[in-house]
C-alpha cells in the first residue's frame, strides 16, 4: 500500500524515456555474471581487511557515525576482492580475476571481436595491462588523465578495427564515448551504483550497434562484490517499481555497509 501511494505521490514529475522504448533497431544484449574463486591466499588477505572494516564499522556504530578511516578501509577490501597486488605490490600469489580477464580475452581477440574493460579502480586496469603485456594482446587505455585529443584518436583507432581490447576507467569512459566496434563489455568490478555501470555499457550497445553485446560482471566469489549485486537487485526492484526508469541513488547507512562486509550476511 505505501508503494502504490508513493507511486502516485511521484509519477506526475517522473518523464520516462528509456533507450529500449525508443530504439527499437538495438540489436539484442545478455548480461553474464560471471563468478570468479579466489585462491586461498587471496580470500586469506580478503579475510584480514574484511574483519579490519567490520571492526571499524562496528565501532563507527556507537559513535553515530560512519569515519573516513572506515570508508577508506571499505574501498580497500573491494581492492582485495579485485588483486591483492593492487594493495601489496609484492604480492608473489595468483590475482584470480586478472588471470580469468585474460583467458576471456584470448579467444575473443582471436576471433577477430573486440572489447571494452571497465573497473573503477586505475591501479586494477595497470596489473590488467601488465597481463596483457606478458601474453601479447593489443589494448589501448583511457583515464581520467589522457587528454581528449588523445582520447579521440583512440576511439578512431578502435573503431577502425585497429586494436580489439580497450582498457577504461569507468569514471572516465562512463559518457561520451561512441565505441560500437566492440560486441563485448567487461566490468571487472561492481559499482555502487549500477546505473554507472549501464552508462559505460552503453558506450557499446547503442546506435550504430550492428551484432549482439555480450555483458560480463566479473564477481569474487564470498566476497563483498557478491553482497553489492544483490544490493543493486533489491534496490533497482523498488526503484523500477516507484520511478519507471529513473536513475536513483541513495546514502548508504551504516547498517547497509555493516551488512555488506560481515562474513555470514545475506542482503
Request: charged share 30%; aromatic share 6%.
Amino acid at each position: 500500500n505505501r508503494k502504490a501511494e508513493l507511486e502516485r505521490m511521484v509519477k506526475p514529475f517522473m518523464l520516462r524515456r528509456t533507450k529500449e522504448a525508443v530504439l527499437d533497431e538495438l540489436p539484442d544484449k545478455t548480461e553474464i555474471y560471471q563468478t570468479v574463486q579466489l585462491t586461498d591466499d587471496e580470500m586469506a588477505m580478503y579475510e584480514v581487511m574484511r574483519r579490519k572494516a567490520e571492526d571499524l564499522l562496528l565501532a563507527d556504530r556507537k559513535e553515530e557515525k560512519i569515519s573516513f578511516n572506515t570508508l577508506a578501509e571499505i574501498t580497500k577490501l573491494r581492492q582485495a576482492a579485485c588483486s591483492p597486488k593492487i594493495l601489496d605490490r609484492h604480492w608473489h600469489g595468483k590475482s584470480s580475476k586478472i588471470e580469468a580477464i585474460v583467458e576471456a580475452l584470448e579467444p575473443i581477440v582471436e576471433s577477430g571481436d573486440a572489447a571494452l574493460v571497465f573497473s573503477q579502480f586505475t591501479s586494477f586496469l595497470t596489473l590488467v595491462k601488465e597481463a596483457l603485456d606478458r601474453e601479447n594482446i593489443p589494448y589501448l587505455y583511457i583515464d581520467g588523465s589522457v587528454p581528449v585529443r588523445e582520447r579521440i584518436l583512440m576511439v578512431e583507432k578502435f573503431q577502425n578495427n585497429l586494436c580489439p581490447v580497450f582498457l577504461i576507467s569507468l569514471k572516465a569512459g562512463g559518457l561520451g564515448l561512441n565505441l560500437t566496434r566492440a560486441n563485448y563489455v567487461f566490468h571487472l568490478d561492481p559499482w555502487w551504483n549500477p546505473a554507472i555501470e549501464q552508462q559505460a555499457t552503453d558506450r557499446a550497445h547503442r546506435i550504430g550497434q550492428q551484432r549482439a553485446v555480450t555483458v560480463y560482471h566479473m564477481l569474487a566469489a564470498n566476497t563483498i562484490e557478491e553482497k553489492i549485486k544483490r544490493m543493486h537487485e533489491r534496490k533497482r526492484d523498488l526503484a523500477e517499481s516507484i520511478l519507471e526508469g529513473t536513475d536513483v541513488s541513495s546514502k548508504m547507512t551504516g547498517e547497509e555497509l555493516l551488512e555488506l562486509v560481515s562474513k555470514d550476511s545475506n542482503i
